[in-house]
C-alpha cells in the first residue's frame, strides 16, 4: 500500500509563484508514473500534469509554459512548480501516483488534496 501526502498549497495573488510537493511512502514495486490533478468547484477533475519513470512529461494545454513538474526518484517524490498563476488556476490540486506491486498489481492512489487559491 503507498500512502501520498501533499504540501505547499495556500493563498498567492495573480501572477505569483507556488510549489506544490507530494511524498510516497509505503511498500511498492515500482512507481509507473506520478502526477497532479486539480479540481475547481463545480467542475471535473482534470489532469495539470504527470511525470512518468522515464521522465517524460504531459501537461494540460490550459499549465503549458507556466507549470514544470519534476520527480525525484530516489526519494519517491513529485513536486509540481506553479508561475504566473491566475485566477482559474483555484482549484484543490491532488497528487496521483499508479504503481506496481510486489505481486505484479498495477494500482493507483490519490492524495487527501491540497488547495490552491490565486486571488487579489
Known amino acids: 500500500q503507498v500512502q501520498l501526502v501533499e504540501s505547499g498549497g495556500g493563498l498567492v495573488q495573480p501572477g505569483g509563484s507556488l510549489r506544490l510537493s507530494c511524498v510516497a511512502s509505503g511498500s511498492f514495486f515500482s512507481i509507473n508514473t506520478m502526477g497532479w490533478y486539480r479540481q475547481a468547484p463545480g467542475k471535473q477533475r482534470e489532469l495539470v500534469a504527470i511525470?512518468?519513470?522515464?521522465?517524460?512529461?504531459t501537461y494540460a494545454d490550459s499549465v503549458k509554459g507556466r507549470f514544470t513538474i519534476s520527480r525525484d526518484g530516489a526519494e519517491n517524490t513529485v513536486a509540481l512548480q506553479m508561475s504566473s498563476l491566475k485566477p482559474e488556476d483555484t482549484a484543490v490540486y491532488y497528487c496521483n501516483t499508479k504503481y506496481g506491486t510486489y505481486t505484479r498489481r498495477l494500482l493507483e492512489v490519490w492524495g487527501q488534496g491540497t488547495l490552491v487559491t490565486v486571488s487579489s
Open positions: 511525470i512518468i519513470s522515464s521522465g517524460s512529461t
